[in-house]
């Protein structure tokens, strides 16, 4: 519950104070155990705070009001599909990767590729860094989110080619938070930690919206740095036409756990708890079998649609799957549940490894990872998934396959394409214009 939200939008709406503050009062005793006189004072503090703080908007100062007012798009997170791994989502990334690239820093992999991770070179050697959040819906199973989300960020620094050395975390949780849920968070990342020997070694410790939001949410990421010493990054740009595509078999991770939670199907949470992935990845470099592949990635972001597209784009070539052969690759309780529940396989992350590797090492790169054919890349820019005979686009959905019930109420929600595309457009806008505050901040440093 974020107070501080409630106080500005009653306020721009013209409530009265004296109403705001008792209505205050009800929402901050339906959580906290305080006196009624406390719950009071703390609204009136609220009110005080945001009146202050909103008197920003009517600085004098033209430089000073833009640096602290930003373009309002008009579109929200929501209603973008922003985080959901869909086509909404990549449109937004794409927008990031325009900042980015904005700067003119030197980079080997940045954003801009859509890698998860990214790369730069320092004496001689190529330092691999990524960072993933923990699942939104795992705020109340800690242990699982520290978990997961330290198998996702290790993967995406594992599927650029390189060695992980060291593991960052970063926990917010709301001001009602049992702290144990930071311990836990933090006993589930060691788990992986400890099992793949990299070690955590820093982090911060903060509270979400400071006193202002109330509950107990949690909301948390953990990062990975990686070294390549001699081989290239395994970047998605590489895959070559007449290359083969490998995949491991795929027991899920956040996404799943968060399905099998949310369906009650709480057996299937067992699946998802293994570290096969990374073992996969440590034996091709173990191996010395990194040099032979051109990509590696994890499937997850928007599921094998998501990936497929993007490395697609990315590379200007054409990615073409069998889907029983996919389907063998999924884990047999994962899948058994996703087919129960109608959601399709192609659209959800599966936490698969894709390995896309010239066909005379393809055999060798199997042996060592226990993955198994599934496609070949062809000439082209879209990919495809072969089914009974027909060859069908394999393009994403302006979100991931709807896995919980409240999101399969949001996938009705999707905006039409001439909507979509006004939408980007008014993105695109604020883009710009947090691109020229850049600069000029860039011209004060100066």
């Not at 909404?88 to 927008?95: E, R, S």
């Not at 820019?381 to 072969?386: D, H, L, M, P, V």
């Amino acid at each position: 519950m974020d107070i501080e939200e409630y106080a500005k939008r009653s306020l721009r709406k013209g409530i009265p104070e004296n109403t705001i503050i008792e209505e205050g009062v009800k929402r901050v005793l339906e959580i906290k155990n305080i006196d009624k006189k406390l719950a009071e004072e703390f609204i009136k503090s609220v009110l005080q705070e945001v009146k202050s703080v909103e008197s920003y908007k009517k600085i004098k100062d033209p430089n000073l009001s833009n640096l602290l007012n930003y373009y309002t798009s008009g579109i929200t997170m929501g209603e973008i599909g922003g985080g959901s791994r869909g086509e909404g989502d990549f449109f937004l990334h794409k927008q990031i990767a325009r900042i980015i690239e904005s700067t003119n820093q030197k980079t080997v992999v940045d954003s801009r590729e859509q890698d998860d991770g990214g790369v730069v070179e320092a004496e001689g050697k190529y330092i691999v860094v990524a960072v993933d959040g923990t699942h939104s819906r795992l705020s109340d199973f800690p242990f699982l989110a520290g978990f997961h989300v330290t198998r996702a960020c290790l993967r995406d620094v594992f599927v650029m080619g390189a060695k992980p050395v060291a593991l960052i975390s970063d926990i917010h949780l709301a001001d009602d938070g049992d702290v144990s849920k930071i311990l836990d968070f933090t006993a589930g990342i060691c788990a992986v930690s400890e099992a793949i020997e990299v070690p955590l070694v820093g982090g911060s410790t903060l509270r979400v919206g400071g006193d202002m939001v109330l509950g107990e949410r949690m909301v948390s990421s953990v990062g990975a740095i990686g070294v390549i010493k001699e081989d290239k990054p395994t970047a998605r740009n590489r895959a070559q036409v007449g290359d083969v595509i490998l995949m491991t078999e795929g027991g899920g991770g956040g996404t799943i756990s968060t399905t099998a939670l949310y369906h009650g199907m709480f057996e299937v949470v067992y699946e998802t708890l293994n570290i096969n992935f990374l073992k996969a990845c440590k034996n091709l470099i173990d191996n010395d079998l990194l040099k032979y592949i051109h990509v590696m990635t994890d499937i997850t972001n928007g599921g094998l649609r998501g990936d497929a597209y993007e490395i697609s784009k990315t590379a200007n070539v054409s990615l073409e799957f069998q889907m029983d052969a996919i389907l063998d690759l999924i884990n047999p309780k994962v899948l058994n549940m996703l087919k129960e529940l109608n959601i399709d396989p192609l659209g959800v992350s599966i936490d698969s490894l894709l390995i896309i590797v010239p066909k005379e090492y393809a055999n060798e790169v199997e042996k060592k990872t226990g993955a198994k054919r599934v496609g070949e890349v062809k000439e082209g820019s879209i990919s495809y998934i072969i089914e009974n005979n027909k060859r069908i686009p394999l393009i994403p959905e302006f979100r991931e396959s709807a896995y919980t019930p409240v999101k399969k109420v949001v996938e009705k929600m999707k905006p039409s394409e001439e909507e979509f595309e006004i939408m980007k457009k008014k993105i695109e806008e604020a883009c710009n214009e947090a691109i020229k505050k850049k600069d000029f901040v860039k011209n004060l440093l100066k």
